[in-house]
């Protein structure tokens, strides 16, 4: 049994009894991932000489009677596209792949306060466009289930280190499903929060209006402690939202006696895989065993979710992007003659195909003629997509669903046809739109890869996400099931 099957609470017990080190933690992290990160693929740059350090400085705190926090000393790993002072950062671009910041996220100097040890940099789809982690500029990550599938993305490096037992717990960041819907196939619990719980300073932005940066762990229980870490307003980021930060672990009280669920028609319609309707119907019959009530409701404007999505995400991006230009920072042309021919040939040559696309779509809806027959149509769409959930909130606790439509996909399947990958989040979508928060926890397998469950809440309401997620999560084994590697 490797240590990091045990969950945060009972770690921090063992260390603190001395049947564990520190440097026993993070010795077991860099082991697991010599033995099989060669398979899965999932890190990008290891911090390894600055956490073997740190974790001989931690062990000597150990013998001190300061009192530690629950994350101390515990591994994680960190998606690429957050920013690590002196750990390279490289958003999984060629235009990026020597970059050094000089700074930490807000999210990574939380962890800090917290004492965990970072172990590195996971891999993901470029600048987060993507649903496989295919789009990396460096290496494909493999799902730990099925090496010949892909774990999802775009935070799918983060999703497949935690299954494969790579590290404890990691951070990843959702536009529009980037940690739910790895998490779905990598078997693990990954939650979005609610838009404005996490700080996004530090997060190297693809659409600011809907990035999130979320907790990807092994059970829900380790989810709520990880969130209540990085959660918080901050003076850096005029998103962040001036809300108390609830005790998200005591909200996980195994009660949901009287609980309200809707399920959306449209999210068990066309397209879902007759395994994932059968795995979420399951679910919903535990969760009444325990208490709680269902009903069937509609979300009519769902089904303009994803263009919706794809022209706003692609509209601030293509903002967001135009500062990698070969002048600051990052990856620069020597092909060029002119300073016209610098900004064209670094972007030319340092972007990858899908990064390409959303930056000329983005910038196709936000040009004069078309502005306000596509940006402004959709900023319309979203604000209908945000009212489908206020009117079923008013009656409901929570919403319910599948994570994705089908389970993991093989790698190279989908690739060149990028409608079917876009599908992929139909979903996950709707949730960042809202704004809302969501996680998706195991409740099934199909030829032997995991399936998730989706439960969405009301704004800044993770803690009865939590409470329903941990009490489906005990009354059912998925969580306990490992990958062999």
């Given at each position: 049994?490797?240590?990091?099957?045990?969950?945060?609470?009972?770690?921090?017990?063992?260390?603190?009894?001395?049947?564990?080190?520190?440097?026993?933690?993070?010795?077991?992290?860099?082991?697991?991932?010599?033995?099989?990160?060669?398979?899965?693929?999932?890190?990008?740059?290891?911090?390894?000489?600055?956490?073997?350090?740190?974790?001989?400085?931690?062990?000597?705190?150990?013998?001190?009677?300061?009192?530690?926090?629950?994350?101390?000393?515990?591994?994680?790993?960190?998606?690429?596209?957050?920013?690590?002072?002196?750990?390279?950062?490289?958003?999984?671009?060629?235009?990026?792949?020597?970059?050094?910041?000089?700074?930490?996220?807000?999210?990574?100097?939380?962890?800090?306060?917290?004492?965990?040890?970072?172990?590195?940099?996971?891999?993901?789809?470029?600048?987060?466009?993507?649903?496989?982690?295919?789009?990396?500029?460096?290496?494909?990550?493999?799902?730990?289930?099925?090496?010949?599938?892909?774990?999802?993305?775009?935070?799918?490096?983060?999703?497949?280190?935690?299954?494969?037992?790579?590290?404890?717990?990691?951070?990843?960041?959702?536009?529009?499903?980037?940690?739910?819907?790895?998490?779905?196939?990598?078997?693990?619990?990954?939650?979005?929060?609610?838009?404005?719980?996490?700080?996004?300073?530090?997060?190297?932005?693809?659409?600011?209006?809907?990035?999130?940066?979320?907790?990807?762990?092994?059970?829900?229980?380790?989810?709520?402690?990880?969130?209540?870490?990085?959660?918080?307003?901050?003076?850096?980021?005029?998103?962040?939202?001036?809300?108390?930060?609830?005790?998200?672990?005591?909200?996980?009280?195994?009660?949901?006696?009287?609980?309200?669920?809707?399920?959306?028609?449209?999210?068990?319609?066309?397209?879902?895989?007759?395994?994932?309707?059968?795995?979420?119907?399951?679910?919903?019959?535990?969760?009444?065993?325990?208490?709680?009530?269902?009903?069937?409701?509609?979300?009519?404007?769902?089904?303009?979710?994803?263009?919706?999505?794809?022209?706003?995400?692609?509209?601030?991006?293509?903002?967001?992007?135009?500062?990698?230009?070969?002048?600051?920072?990052?990856?620069?042309?020597?092909?060029?003659?002119?300073?016209?021919?610098?900004?064209?040939?670094?972007?030319?040559?340092?972007?990858?195909?899908?990064?390409?696309?959303?930056?000329?779509?983005?910038?196709?809806?936000?040009?004069?003629?078309?502005?306000?027959?596509?940006?402004?149509?959709?900023?319309?769409?979203?604000?209908?997509?945000?009212?489908?959930?206020?009117?079923?909130?008013?009656?409901?606790?929570?919403?319910?669903?599948?994570?994705?439509?089908?389970?993991?996909?093989?790698?190279?399947?989908?690739?060149?046809?990028?409608?079917?990958?876009?599908?992929?989040?139909?979903?996950?979508?709707?949730?960042?739109?809202?704004?809302?928060?969501?996680?998706?926890?195991?409740?099934g397998f199909d030829s032997g890869l995991p399936l998730g469950l989706q439960i969405i809440g009301k704004h800044f309401d993770e803690a009865t996400i939590y409470r329903v997620a941990h009490v489906f999560e005990q009354s059912t084994n998925y969580h306990k099931q490992k990958p062999e590697l």
């Amino acid at each position: 049994m490797s240590v990091f099957d045990y969950k945060v609470a009972e770690l921090h017990q063992q260390l603190h009894k001395k049947e564990l080190s520190v440097s026993d933690l993070v010795a077991e992290s860099f082991k697991r991932i010599e033995q099989v990160d060669e398979k899965v693929q999932a890190f990008l740059t290891l911090n390894e000489e600055q956490a073997r350090e740190t974790a001989k400085a931690f062990d000597e705190k150990l013998n001190t009677d300061d009192r530690k926090g629950l994350l101390f000393g515990m591994p994680i790993g960190v998606k690429d596209n957050i920013v690590t002072k002196g750990l390279r950062t490289t958003c999984a671009s060629k235009i990026l792949e020597n970059f050094n910041p000089i700074y930490d996220a807000a999210v990574v100097q939380k962890l800090h306060q917290a004492e965990t040890i970072t172990i590195g940099k996971l891999n993901m789809d470029e600048f987060a466009m993507g649903s496989s982690t295919e789009n990396s500029h460096f290496q494909k990550t493999r799902n730990p289930w099925n090496l010949e599938t892909v774990p999802g993305g775009s935070s799918g490096g983060s999703a497949a280190a935690v299954a494969a037992g790579e590290v404890l717990f990691s951070l990843g960041s959702d536009t529009g499903g980037s940690i739910r819907q790895p998490a779905s196939f990598c078997g693990v619990v990954g939650l979005k929060p609610t838009y404005g719980r996490v700080s996004r300073f530090g997060l190297v932005a693809f659409a600011s209006s809907l990035d999130q940066i979320g907790p990807i762990t092994r059970t829900v229980e380790d989810n709520a402690y990880l969130l209540q870490a990085i959660s918080g307003i901050d003076p850096m980021d005029s998103t962040s939202a001036n809300v108390e930060v609830p005790n998200f672990v005591e909200a996980l009280t195994g009660n949901i006696k009287g609980l309200k669920i809707a399920v959306p028609k449209e999210y068990l319609g066309e397209g879902v895989s007759e395994s994932v309707r059968k795995s979420v119907l399951d679910a919903l019959k535990v969760l009444e065993k325990q208490g709680a009530v269902w009903e069937e409701v509609s979300l009519p404007h769902s089904k303009y979710a994803l263009s919706t999505y794809y022209l706003l995400s692609s509209s601030e991006a293509s903002a967001n992007l135009s500062r990698f230009d070969g002048v600051r920072y990052g990856y620069r042309s020597e092909n060029a003659e002119n300073l016209l021919d610098l900004y064209k040939n670094t972007r030319a040559e340092g972007f990858g195909d899908e990064v390409k696309r959303r930056i000329m779509l983005g910038t196709f809806a936000l040009s004069s003629g078309y502005y306000d027959a596509y940006y402004k149509k959709a900023q319309k769409v979203r604000t209908l997509i945000k009212k489908d959930f206020d009117d079923v909130f008013e009656k409901y606790d929570v919403i319910i669903g599948p994570t994705t439509p089908t389970p993991a996909f093989k790698i190279g399947e989908n690739i060149d046809d990028p409608m079917t990958m876009y599908v992929n989040d139909i979903l996950t979508i709707p949730v960042n739109l809202a704004g809302v928060p969501g996680i998706s926890v195991p409740c099934g397998f199909d030829s032997g890869l995991p399936l998730g469950l989706q439960i969405i809440g009301k704004h800044f309401d993770e803690a009865t996400i939590y409470r329903v997620a941990h009490v489906f999560e005990q009354s059912t084994n998925y969580h306990k099931q490992k990958p062999e590697l």
